[in-house]
C-alpha cells in the first residue's frame, strides 16, 4: 500500500533526524574531501545528491516523462514516489545527511548548539540582568575613559585679565563704550564718525579685536583672546581685512574687492571684519555697489566703514550703519599723553596745539625738530603780506619747500621698503611680489603727509586770526578765518596745492 504524502513526510523526517544523529555520533563530524566515496549517492549518474533538482524542478529523463526530483533522491520531499518506483530506502537519507553535516561542520560552519528553553518569568520576578558583551563594553557611568583628558567647563575670561582694546584710543569714553555694549550682539555694519587722529582707525582695530576675540573669551581661553585682540590691533589678524581707497577716491574695484573679501570664509573663527578707511571719498559709480553688500552682507561679515562725515554721497550706505560719532581730541589730553611719553613739557603743548584733535599728527611732530621754524612761518604770514601777487607768490614758494623738509624723512622710508623689495624680487621674480600696490601706497601716504602738513599750516594760521577777535572785534579776522574754512574744508577734493594756497593768501591779503 502507497503511503500519502502527508505519512511519507512525517515518517521521512522521523527517520531522517535519528539517521543524522546517529551520523554525527559516530563520525563526529569527521571529513575528507579527497575520498570520492563522500560524495557518492545511490545513483552514479545523478547529480551531487543524485538525480535531484534543488528546487524540485522537473528534470527530464532519457526512461520516461519528467519527473519530481528532491534534494534526497527520486522523491519530493513534499510529493510522493515516482511511479513504479520503490520507496527511498532511510538508509541513503541518512547518509546525505550525515554528508551534509560534516561538510559543515568541517569548512561550512559550526555545529549547531541547542537552546535550553527558558523558564517563563514567575508574576511580579524581578527581570534578569542582560549582559552586555565585550565588544561595545565601556567605562561606567561618571567614570573617566582610558586615556582621554579630563575637560572641566571653562568659565569666561575676567575683563581684567585681558587685552585693553581701547589702550590706543585717547578721549573717546562714550565711543568706546558704545563699541564695549555692541560686541556683545554685533550687527552687520558700523559707521565710524570723526577727523584723522580722532581715533576712529585705532577704535576700528580694537572693535574687530573684540568680535574676533569673542569665542575664546566664552570659552575662557585667555591666551587665545589675548593673541586675537594684539593681532587685530596691529592689523595683522589673518580675520581681519582692511580696504583703501587705490586711488583719490574709492573707486569700482575698490568695492569689488569689498564684495569678493566678505564673500570668502573666515580663516580661524566664525566671523571676518572688514575695516574700509575714508568712505566719504566714495564716487558715484561706486555708491551702488557698496551699498547693496552693506545692506545683504554675508552671515560671516562685520563692516566697519570709517569716514570723516557723512557726506550727501554716503548718506544712503550711513542709514545702514550703527553709527559711532568721534569728537576731535581735547589738546589737554594729547598734551598729557605725549608728556607721558617722555616729551618735554614746552614740546608736548606746541604739538597738542598744532595737531588740530589729532593724535597720530601730534605724536609725529613732537618729534620733528623744524617744527617750530614751520609753525613760525606759518604765524608770520599775516604781517608779511602786502596786497601784491609777488609776496604772494614768494610765501608760498617758502611754504612748499618746508613741507618738502618734512616730508625727507617719510621718502627716506619710502626708499628703504623698495629697496628690500627688490632684494626680494631679485631672489623670487617680479610676478606677485606686490612692487605696484607698494607704490601706490606710498603715494597715498605722501599724499596724506601734505595734507597734514597743509592742514597744521592753517590751525596754526586761524589761532592767529582767533586771538586777534579776542582783543576786538575785526571783521578782516572774521573774513580770514571763513576763508582758511573753506580751504580746510577744499582739501578733501584733492585740489592742487599751489593754487589752492595762492587763493587763500590773495584772500588774506586784500583789505
Sequence with gaps: MTDT????????????AEAGDSALDETDGDFDPNDPNEFATPDPGGSLFGETSLFDEPVASNDGPPQTESLFGETSLFGTAADGDAPVDPADISKLISTGASFFAEGGGAKPVPQKPKPEPELGAEPEPVAVPDLVAGPDLGEEAPGAPNVEPSEPVAPEDLVDPWSEVLGQTEATRRLDQA??????????MGSKGSGSYQAALGFAGLLLSAEAV?????AGA????????????????????????????????IIRQASTSPVEGSRKVIVVRS???INEATIGKLLKVVEEPPPTAVFVLLAEEATPEIVTIASRCVPVEFAPVDPSVIEADLVGRGVPADRAAQAALASGGDVERARLLATDEALADRAAL??????????TGAMVYELVSQLRERMDEAQEPLEAAHSQQLEALQERIELTGERGSGKKELIDKQ???????????????LATLSRVYRDRLTLAPDPHAEKALAAIQHTAQALIRNPNEPLLLQSLLLTLSAP
Design 226 to 257: 589675548a593673541r586675537h585682540r594684539r593681532l587685530a590691533m596691529d592689523a595683522a589678524h589673518p580675520d581681519l581685512v582692511l580696504i583703501e581707497a587705490s586711488g583719490q577716491t574709492l573707486m569700482v574695484g575698490d568695492a569689488e574687492e
Design 279 to 281: 568712505v566719504e571719498i
Design 218 to 222: 566664552r570659552t575662557g581661553d585667555a
Design 378 to 387: 606759518w604765524q608770520g604770514l599775516p604781517d608779511r603780506l602786502n596786497g
Design 443 to 457: 603715494k597715498r601716504e605722501i599724499r596724506r603727509q601734505r595734507v597734514d602738513e597743509l592742514r597744521f599750516g
Design 183 to 192: 560686541a556683545i550682539d554685533p550687527v552687520h555694519a558700523y559707521m565710524l
Design 5 to 16: 504524502p502527508e505519512e511519507s513526510r512525517n515518517e521521512l523526517g522521523a527517520d531522517g
